[in-house]
């Protein structure tokens, strides 16, 4: 408890926050848009008539070798250009002009450990930091253009590799920490990686996780892989292969203190982040140089109402997420903020250790999501309420709808009543946040996203036409395209026109979400139309899971659903057959998770196995996933006269009804 404060009453709590229910917008308070950056809503308008010149002076917010000649190229959609002709380097925008602006000892990052350990980063220092890994990458023979596999925690490293990576024109793909060693080597084989950088070993809530020595296990014969830089990271034991694996202290020592930056077209791609899709196989989402800073530095300054001289910014997500590498990396470094870095999980070492953090670096803008929001209302207020903090003046959701309520714990627990909430639309494909409050400008509603930010065009459509729909459900689309969005997939060309731009036609961006817009026109964005499942925030394709539950000896065939989780936003269902005569036992469930685990990561295993004899498909052999759902959710199933053996539905229904029962007993 906060000094001075007394025990909260978690019953009265509840009331409190019911009775709020019933508000159905907040003002931006007024003590917030007296000190707010943007408070005209002019903005909305001004943008909308000029949107490419908007996007031009926000491009203007950055350092430019060269200046671009053209702001938009959209002479071959969907494959747009952005600030053609005009050259940049994004390490250079991040570390080099503000330390040449006297801005060298701001702290850009307050790093904590797990186990407590701190390191305060100074601009001045990761620049240093950074120029000696980027001279050490090139010695390895890394060159502009290649890609670069990056794979570790939240360490200060991974940073460091990132920018690293950016200085020489090297294209990273970071993978989740979370992911599995064979999710590793997936990645880099597709993308043609020629040298993975990672870590000895991982802290996880007390304990440490051999990594060097799971990647070895399956990366052996990777043709394009030439080196595995490892960072001694906690000391964890492991075999380094001769004229493949060097220690990263060793290179960084060898190398030479100043790296030039390399003059980067606005166009050349910055990284590949892979992410989940409707199939088995990953997509590479591209960004690029000028564009994706331009969106990042622009959103990351508008959304957060940034002073970059005053505030303490914290987003919690990890770097191996879009929300890592935009709003804890390129967004904030290129906005000179200093931000707070944290290694560990949010129960660990006590269910109040984000709050203490805030408390000790007095975090002034706090950005998350709603499934932590989601578990810390199960910890209970106790645990925020033990700490300070009054420095709060901004807080942001992302990843999920909220709920309301979800939404009102966070205002009055977290917020105090006095922060404005900007709950925060994007995905890995759009770069950066596309709908969103401005809070000093936007009113907001619990549960809503509002209205796009200024430049971005977005609509509501109807399924089958794609005609906008003012008031009602259909689905999202983004009508114009903006300097974040991604350019192609990975060396899918096609796949990337098809995924996203057949649809609704060329000019017309498919998002994969269903949305809503009220009386007002605001957005309230309700979940995936496609096979891809949410689970706290973490992108999961149904097929993916698909393939690792089948990939297990004792199953003959599976199919997964999302099913809607009071925690987790969404968990996973899967619905599995044996082979031949085998019995589903707690053993194969085991089984099953156990593979899960190792083919994609621990995140992706199955909360409810389901064991069938049969599956119902149509009658050309297609699984259908929706009566899936509705007989998992407890709904009445729709249409089965397509089945090829409707009875396929009542013994599972008798099943699961069965599983309810025992459940209940
Ligand atoms: O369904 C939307 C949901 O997350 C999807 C994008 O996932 P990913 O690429 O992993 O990026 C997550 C972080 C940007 C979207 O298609 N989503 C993201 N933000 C929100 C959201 N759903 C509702 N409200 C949000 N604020």
Redesign the pocket.
């Known amino acids: 408890m906060a000094q001075g404060q007394t025990a909260r009453d978690e019953n009265e709590l509840e009331h409190e926050l019911a009775a709020m229910l019933d508000i159905e917008r907040f003002e931006p308070p007024a003590e917030f848009v007296k000190h707010a950056n943007l408070t005209d809503p002019a903005i909305y308008e001004q943008a909308d008539s000029d949107w490419q010149g908007w996007w031009a002076s926000q491009a203007e917010r950055l350092h430019w070798f060269k200046r671009w000649d053209q702001v938009l190229d959209d002479s071959n959609p969907p494959f747009y250009k952005w600030f053609t002709g005009g050259k940049l380097n994004v390490s250079y925008n991040c570390l080099d002009r503000h330390v040449e602006a006297g801005l060298g000892d701001r702290v850009a990052y307050h790093w904590h450990g797990e186990e407590g350990e701190e390191l305060d980063i100074t601009y001045a220092d990761l620049l240093d930091r950074v120029q000696r890994f980027a001279n050490a990458l090139k010695d390895l023979g890394i060159e502009k253009g290649d890609v670069v596999g990056i794979y570790m925690g939240m360490i200060p490293e991974v940073v460091v590799s990132m920018l690293a990576c950016a200085r020489i024109g090297a294209i990273h793909n970071v993978v989740f920490g979370g992911f599995s060693a064979e999710s590793v080597r997936e990645r880099m084989e597709f993308s043609q990686a020629k040298a993975l950088i990672t870590v000895d070993g991982a802290a996880r809530k007390g304990n440490v996780a051999p990594v060097k020595q799971n990647v070895d296990a399956v990366m052996g014969d990777l043709e394009h892989l030439k080196h595995i830089i490892v960072v001694r990271s906690k000391g964890t034991e492991c075999e380094m292969k001769a004229g493949r694996d060097v220690w990263y202290h060793e290179i960084v020592a060898a190398a030479a203190e100043v790296c030039p930056p390399e003059e980067m077209d606005a166009e050349d791609p910055l990284f590949i982040l892979y ?1 989940s899709g409707s199939t088995a196989k990953p997509k590479g989402i591209v960004h690029t140089t000028g564009g994706y800073l331009t969106g990042a530095s622009s959103t990351h300054q508008n959304v957060f109402d940034l002073h970059a001289d005053t505030d303490t910014y914290w987003c919690c997500a990890d770097v191996g ?3 890592g590498h935009t709003y804890i990396v390129y967004g904030p470094l290129a906005n000179a903020t200093t931000g707070i870095m944290y290694e560990g999980a949010p129960d660990y070492p006590h269910r109040g250790i984000w709050w203490e953090l805030v408390e000790r670096y007095k975090a002034t803008i706090f950005y998350t999501a709603p499934t932590a929001i989601r578990a810390c209302i199960k910890w209970g207020a106790e645990h925020p309420d033990r700490f300070d903090l009054s420095s709060l003046r901004l807080l942001g ?5 909220i709920n309301p309520k979800a939404w009102l714990w966070y205002h009055k627990v977290i917020g105090g009543e006095r922060c404005p909430i900007v ?7 759009t770069g950066a946040i596309m709908i969103s409050p401005l809070p000093g400008i936007t009113a907001t509603k619990p549960g809503s ?1 509002t209205r796009p930010l200024p430049g971005v065009l977005a609509e509501v459509v109807d399924e089958h036409e794609g005609k906008p729909i003012d008031q009602g459900q259909g689905l999202l689309v983004l009508k114009r395209p903006w300097p974040s969005m991604l350019r192609t997939l990975y060396k899918e060309d096609d796949r990337f026109v098809q995924v996203y731009f057949k649809k609704f036609g060329i000019d017309t961006y498919f ?3 269903a949305a809503r817009r009220d009386k007002d026109g605001y957005f309230w ?1 309700i ?2 139309v496609d096979d891809v499942v ?1 689970v706290s ?1 973490h ?1 999961l394709s149904t097929a993916e899971v698909e393939s690792a539950v089948v990939a297990c000896e004792s199953v003959a065939e599976c199919a997964v659903i999302g099913q809607s989780d009071e925690l987790t936003g969404q968990a996973i269902t899967a619905f599995v057959t044996l082979q031949g005569t085998i019995d589903g036992t707690p053993e194969i469930e085991d089984e099953i998770r156990a593979g899960v685990a190792e083919r994609i990561g621990k995140f992706a295993r199955p909360k409810r196995i389901i064991f069938a004899d049969d599956l119902p498909k149509t009658r050309s052999g297609k699984i259908m996933r929706r009566l899936l759902r509705d007989i998992a959710e407890g709904r009445a199933l729709g249409d089965v006269t397509t089945l090829r053996d409707p009875s396929v539905m009542a013994v599972l229904e008798e099943k699961i009804q069965a599983e309810q029962a025992a459940e209940e007993s």
């Open positions: 992410t997420w879009i929300t959701t992302v990843g999920e709808p709950d925060t639309w994007w995905q890995t494909e996203a998002v994969g979400d964005v979940g995936r949410n925030g992108r």
